[in-house]
């Protein structure tokens, strides 16, 4: 679970759906958990009209993340769209088995670029058209708002966390996890659509601005603020 707390008594996740988990967990309706959705540097990030054939995963390599599901499904992929490319930026532990299978399969369309700094990111967001993250539970990805605010449409699944930032069919879509065919489906969908890509990118740029640190930052110190005097004014009664 991804919070911020202030002595057990103040939690502020980071996203509706870690709100949700963490009144679960703490089997509690308590009105001192409000949610603060994380936010990145989106001056970091500049909209642009990526290569509309280059698809990029952009993510740690672990079983949560979906990574096997992608390289399975690119196979498909590949035999109904030619002209396709997946980029893949990442390391973890199952960086050598990806590059097993990618081998196995004859994926030459596929780029394995293990990890890469954050201005070799921004600038591979800046030239895919398409983002897919086809993760099984996020707290608040900012890599989808990331590609979000760099104008790639993003494919990902109907999840905790990334259901906080897309929208299905309006600022992004999204499919169940682990479904490997509709993950397939989905971005052929696209590859072979441009102009819902592009839609879908500009929808996601306005979305993105929602998630801005500044405004973040802003609201944790109002949220504090607000639980202190909260508390003060509890302790003088």
Same mark, same amino acid.
């Given at each position: 679970?991804t919070?911020?707390?202030?002595r057990? /008594?103040l ?6 759906s $870690?709100?949700t988990?963490?009144?679960? =967990?703490?089997?509690?309706k308590?009105?001192?958990i409000?949610?603060n959705?994380? #936010? $990145? ?10 290569? $509309?054939?280059?698809?990029?995963y952009?993510?740690?390599? !672990? ?6 599901? =992608?390289?399975q499904?690119?196979k498909? %992929?590949k035999?109904?769209?030619? &002209?396709?490319e ?5 390391? #973890?532990?199952l *960086?050598? *088995?990806?590059e097993?299978? %990618?081998? /196995?399969? +004859?994926?030459k @369309?596929?780029?394995?670029? !293990?990890y890469v700094?954050?201005?070799r ?10 983002f897919?993250?086809p993760t099984?539970? *996020?707290?608040?990805?900012?890599t989808?708002?990331?590609?979000m ?7 990902s699944?109907?999840t905790y !966390?990334?259901? &906080? %930032? %897309?929208? +299905?069919?309006?600022t992004?879509?999204l499919?169940p ?6 993950l397939?489906?989905?971005l052929?969908d696209?590859? @072979? +659509?441009?102009?819902k890509?592009r ?5 996601g740029v306005?979305? @993105? @601005?929602h998630?801005d640190?500044?405004?973040m930052? +802003? ?6 603020n607000?639980w202190?005097q909260?508390?003060? $004014?509890?302790?003088?009664v």
């Amino acid at each position: 679970e991804t919070y911020r707390a202030l002595r057990e /008594e103040l939690f502020t996740p980071v996203s509706e759906s $870690t709100a949700t988990r963490l009144k679960r =967990l703490l089997n509690t309706k308590r009105n001192d958990i409000i949610t603060n959705p994380n #936010g $990145t540097l989106l001056s970091d990030f500049q909209p642009n009209e990526g290569d $509309t054939c280059q698809v990029l995963y952009l993510s740690k390599l !672990g079983k949560k993340k979906g990574i096997r599901i =992608l390289i399975q499904a690119w196979k498909q %992929v590949k035999r109904c769209h030619s &002209d396709a490319e997946l980029i893949v930026a990442g390391s #973890g532990p199952l *960086e050598q *088995e990806v590059e097993r299978k %990618v081998a /196995e399969l +004859d994926l030459k @369309s596929v780029s394995l670029l !293990g990890y890469v700094s954050e201005s070799r990111k921004r600038k591979l967001l800046s030239s895919s058209a398409i983002f897919v993250l086809p993760t099984y539970i *996020e707290g608040m990805p900012l890599t989808v708002i990331e590609a979000m605010a760099s104008g790639c449409a993003v494919v990902s699944t109907e999840t905790y !966390g990334v259901r &906080d %930032v %897309v929208e +299905d069919e309006k600022t992004g879509l999204l499919i169940p996890p682990g479904d490997k065919k509709e993950l397939a489906d989905t971005l052929l969908d696209l590859l @072979s +659509d441009p102009q819902k890509t592009r839609e879908l990118g500009r929808r996601g740029v306005m979305r @993105s @601005s929602h998630f801005d640190i500044n405004k973040m930052l +802003d609201r944790e110190l109002r949220i504090v603020n607000n639980w202190l005097q909260s508390k003060q $004014t509890g302790l003088s009664v």
